[in-house]
């Protein structure tokens, strides 16, 4: 590592090509190093500083990628849980100057960019609430994992039943794919059921809510009974919400309120764990 910065600084350019070729190589390794699990992660950040400090383009911009690169994947061993705050003081010099740069230097493209583009600065908080977000996130992905559905109760309609996550969509329970709908008339109109996070002018957070299904339009544009379903037509409506839930990540157990004169039940909410997971 001295010599590549010992070549910089004396623009020996031959040796510094040398150099910027050899942790090239290096860093395309990296797929390798981790099948046989011989990965390095403290030399890989020190190369990637060195490799910005003596100007070595190629090795930079190689380095750099596999950074940002694994800053994004959540694979168990290589992937962003393995960077402690310790590293990402270490790194984010460079991961702003890369940000601040990458179009221009044709750094990062496709997924990763993302990922950039979602930081508006490297700051000092940085490292810590990465590591911190990166925990978070791995805890609600276990437990995600862990549930297999919700059972709704207390109702007194045909809401209470089984409801399934959307796997699409964090905010979204509806039933389960092989089972059969549960209908009934609620004023006058037939509907669905279904559990999701709720968003307007008078209420965010959790709700239990009703649908109406989607009605067949024709091709002139008229209802038809044998024209295709138009899911815009589709209207939700709350019967009952979980006040102060606009912080929550999945739907309270209890504490569910009417709002709707015609929801006189008293819902609650059990998770159903999978017997193992892998």
Not at 31 to 53: G, P, Q
Not at 59 to 83: C, D, H, Q
Request: glycine content about 6%; proline content about 4%.
């Amino acid at each position: 590592l001295d010599v590549a910065l010992f070549y910089d600084k004396y623009e020996f350019v031959e040796g510094g090509e040398l150099c910027d070729q050899v942790i090239v190589d290096y860093f395309k390794s990296t797929n390798i190093m981790e099948k046989n699990f011989t990965l390095d992660l403290e030399l890989i950040i020190d190369l990637v500083n060195v490799a910005h400090s003596a100007n070595l383009d190629a090795a930079f911009k190689e380095g750099i990628n596999y950074i940002w690169k694994k800053l994004k994947m959540v694979s168990t061993p290589y992937g962003r849980m393995m960077f402690t705050e310790e590293h990402l003081i270490k790194l984010a010099p460079i991961l702003q100057y890369s940000r601040d740069n990458w179009e221009r230097m044709g750094l990062i493209n496709g997924e990763t960019s993302r990922l950039i583009n979602d930081l508006d600065q490297v700051s000092e908080n940085f490292p810590k609430q990465f590591v911190s977000d990166c925990k978070s996130w791995e805890e609600y992905d276990l437990l995600k994992r862990c549930i297999s559905h919700i059972e709704l109760s207390g109702s007194t309609c045909k809401a209470d039943g089984n409801f399934v996550k959307d796997m699409n969509c964090w905010d979204q329970y509806a039933y389960p794919p092989d089972s059969e709908e549960r209908r009934c008339r609620w004023g006058g109109q037939r509907v669905t059921f279904g559990i999701r996070y709720w968003e307007d002018d008078s209420f965010e957070g959790w709700a239990i809510v009703r649908r109406t299904p989607p009605i067949l339009i024709a091709e002139d544009g008229e209802s038809d009974d044998d024209g295709e379903l138009d899911y815009d037509s589709i209207v939700e409506t709350r019967c009952w919400i979980a006040p102060y839930s606009k912080n929550r990540k999945r739907p309270p157990l209890r504490g569910w309120v009417s709002s709707d004169p015609m929801a006189r039940g008293n819902p609650t909410i059990k998770y159903v764990l999978r017997e193992s997971i892998g």
